[in-house]
């Protein structure tokens, strides 16, 4: 997707602070951390949200979750982490490239939405 920001991350045509990288996966710091550990998971291939999950290889589902278990263990959160993904005007999804947030390094609020 040409005009998809995500996409350009990946490409590197937008510059990010990458934590991990694989052959399906890119993951990088948000730009707006909203915890002291703010990274964003994404699969290489463009899919607009969960919503579009039944276009993807179980392949490069799983590798979105293998990489946030690594991505965790190598920031340090085994006291807990939060893995959220935005699906979709109600849950104000603002970037449409699937993505999941890996947040962590304090306790959270109890309350999920
Ligand atoms: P959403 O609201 O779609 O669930 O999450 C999109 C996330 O992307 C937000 O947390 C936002 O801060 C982050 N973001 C938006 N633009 C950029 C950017 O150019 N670079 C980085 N690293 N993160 C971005
Ligand atoms: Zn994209």
Do not use: W
Not at 12 to 38: C, M, W
């Amino acid at each position: 997707m040409s005009d998809c920001l995500f996409c350009k991350i990946i490409s590197g045509e937008i510059p990010s602070t990458k934590v991990y990288e694989d052959d399906l996966v890119y993951a990088f710091r948000d730009i707006n951390p909203q915890t002291p550990v703010h990274v964003l998971v994404i699969p290489k291939k463009h899919f607009a949200s969960i919503d579009e999950i039944d276009r993807a290889e179980d392949r490069e589902i799983a590798a979105c979750l293998r990489a946030v278990r690594l991505i965790a263990r190598h920031e340090n959160l085994e006291k807990g982490y939060r893995v959220i993904s935005n699906c979709g005007p109600d849950a104000c999804q603002s970037v449409p490239h699937l993505h999941f947030h890996i947040l962590g390094g304090r306790k959270m609020s109890d309350q999920m939405a």
